[in-house]
């Protein structure tokens, strides 16, 4: 029973385009999120998060949008770099319950040149 | 500071043998994490520490794994015996706080039990 839904195995998107990743939840206690990178033989990297008190979290090209109702978080990268080709991982942690991260099965992006 | 460090980096062995994989956490984090990534399962939480104290375990898989923390900058997982499903990349993770906080991976130990 998967917690952490990422439907998209892969995704591939041209340079300069925007990349969305989307990140589906069951758990209703979950009230933090995160996004990491990882690049093949290297650990996950933190990328961006964002609270349940939020709907909206913004670094630079990368911006994470929670939409609580539908238990749904969204990765928007504008503009895509070839640099961002990797895999991306949603986590999501009920901490106020005392639960760690649960982490969905990712989502391959590949940015094409 | 040299981030997470994880050895061996690959590791080979043939079923039955024990193997032991070692983590050195970043300095001053009070949390070490221990996950499993395969392609089926995707990255599962095994254990977890604070404060060199395992506070859940509830994802080891079986006996046969183990983990230890005997001070602050450093932690195993064993697995004894090692079975070919136990082939998988190994992650060690740290982080300044047990709940919710960033966690900073290690590069990872590629274990392959022929």
């Known amino acids: 029973d998967q917690q952490v839904k990422q439907n998209s195995p892969s995704l591939s998107v041209q340079e300069g385009r925007i990349s969305i990743l989307n990140c589906d939840y069951t758990n209703s206690m979950f009230d933090y999120f995160l996004w990491y990178k990882k690049y093949p033989a290297e650990g996950p990297t933190f990328l961006i998060s964002i609270s349940s008190i939020k709907d909206k979290n913004e670094d630079g090209r990368f911006t994470v949008f929670l939409n609580k109702s539908a238990k749904h978080l969204s990765l928007h990268i504008v503009p895509s770099q070839p640099g961002d080709s990797a895999v991306y991982f949603c986590?999501?942690?009920?901490?106020?319950?005392?639960?760690?991260?649960?982490f969905g099965p990712g989502t391959r992006l590949s940015v094409l040149p | 500071d040299a981030g997470v460090i994880q050895s061996p980096r690959h590791e080979v062995t043939e079923m039955g043998q024990e193997v032991t994989l070692r983590c050195k956490p970043i300095?001053?984090?009070?949390?070490l994490f221990w996950y499993r990534q395969t392609m089926m399962r995707g990255l599962e939480l095994l254990i977890y520490f604070n404060n060199n104290v395992p506070i859940d375990d509830s994802g080891m898989p079986e006996d046969r794994f183990s983990a230890k923390m005997p001070n602050a900058s450093f932690s195993t997982l064993k697995i004894q015996p090692s079975e070919p499903r136990d082939s998988a990349v190994y992650f060690c993770a740290s982080s300044l706080r047990t709940l919710g906080g960033e966690q900073y991976f290690g590069p990872g130990t590629r274990l392959t039990v022929t």
């Open positions: 300095s001053g984090h009070n949390s």
């Open positions: 986590a999501a942690s009920a901490r106020n319950y005392g639960q760690n991260f649960v």
